[in-house]
């Protein structure tokens, strides 16, 4: 990078000499010192774009080019070969003319070649491999994930490595929320770029900022997508819209969720469990708890086990996008009666005494 910086500044330097060496005698030296600097930082601005420009778009760009320019070569010869000319029209007409046509040619055959250069498959030459695979470990971060800060952990533990690309629009969407004016959004902010430091550190991750930007486009989720596809690389989220979006549009996604999901232990029907019953449920008779990595478990007959320890009949389990639910019964004649595992109340006697009474009842019937 320093070898990038010496060489651009030689350059601005001896492209500012040339100017002044070669200026119209009319035309003073501080003039003509401050225009070739312009240029010279014109000139460099063009080439840092054509660096983030994917090696088939700069092909195709090319091409386009030299399809113009022949165009508008064609185009100025048919015109200059017209014998007749409107009454009033001059040589300078017919220049302007010329001129006209050949910038526009070039214009029009220089973008559409940019744009339709991504559909190239170089990958069908070798010569042109190096660079499709080097930005296959490419990886980029959206704001969710790097605020929700488990794409660290699973960093550390080695599952992740290669390039991590940060966008230099989530880090002004992170700025944008650590100064808000609300507490909760600043401090989430906060911890996003906490967590972008603690991914620097790691040996095995090389944080690569970008300034690609795309001005055209307001959403940042719609500017990760259009980011992914210049780099052909691959997002890492949480957010369930993005993931949906991305994958209509052809962008393989890394989703931090559905990791998760798939890490989570696996439960059959009819197994048993022991759960601690945490708060009520939807309806009247379930409880809700939780286990130890969130999944939430739903069990019926458990809205009078709150705050207690019991164990559990898995029914069934629900897989969805956004997570796994267990659904489970309680047996209150599995569990020893009414006082399940955790309780600290003992059954009177008279009540065993019914509870024996039941019991022959429902034998003898």
Not at 273 to 290: D, S
Request: net charge neutral; charged share 20%; aromatic share 6%.
């Amino acid at each position: 990078m320093l070898d990038f910086i010496v060489v651009r500044s030689l350059f601005a330097i001896l492209f500012t000499a040339a100017a002044v060496y070669v200026r119209p005698a009319a035309v003073g030296a501080p003039l003509a010192a401050a225009v070739g600097g312009v240029a010279a930082v014109l000139v460099m601005w063009i080439e840092r774009r054509f660096e983030r420009m994917t090696l088939g778009r700069v092909i195709g760009m090319t091409l386009g080019l030299f399809a113009g320019l022949l165009c508008s070569a064609l185009t100025i010869y048919a015109i200059a070969q017209i014998g007749t000319r409107p009454p009033g029209t001059d040589a300078a007409v017919i220049n302007t003319v010329a001129v006209v046509t050949l910038l526009a040619f070039a214009y029009c055959g220089g973008i559409i070649g940019a744009h339709k250069g991504t559909l190239l498959r170089l990958d069908a030459f070798g010569i042109f491999g190096a660079e499709t695979g080097a930005r296959e470990d490419h990886k980029i971060l959206d704001t969710s994930v790097i605020i929700d800060g488990r794409v660290a952990d699973i960093a550390e533990t080695g599952f992740l490595d290669g390039v991590v690309v940060i966008p230099q629009f989530v880090l002004h969407e992170l700025q944008m929320v650590a100064d808000s004016q609300d507490s909760m959004k600043r401090t989430r902010g906060r911890r996003g770029l906490d967590i972008l430091q603690r991914i620097q550190k790691i040996p095995r991750i090389r944080v690569q900022i970008v300034d690609e930007d795309f001005p055209g486009i307001r959403e940042v989720d719609m500017k990760l997508i259009e980011l992914a596809s210049l780099y052909k690389c691959r997002i890492v989220t949480n957010d369930f819209n993005l993931n949906k979006v991305a994958h209509v549009r052809g962008v393989e996604v890394l989703n931090i969720n559905e990791l998760a999901n798939a890490m989570r232990p696996v439960v059959l029907p009819g197994e048993t469990m022991r759960v601690f019953i945490l708060k009520e449920g939807k309806e009247y008779t379930q409880g809700v708890a939780y286990l130890d990595d969130g999944t939430m478990v739903v069990v019926d007959n458990a809205r009078r086990m709150i705050s207690k320890t019991i164990d559990i009949t898995v029914t069934s389990v629900l897989q969805t996008t956004a997570g796994k639910m267990i659904f489970g019964k309680f047996d209150e004649r599995v569990n020893g009666g009414s006082h399940p595992h955790g309780s600290q109340s003992q059954a009177s006697p008279l009540q065993t005494m019914g509870d024996r009474r039941r019991e022959q009842a429902a034998g003898e019937a």
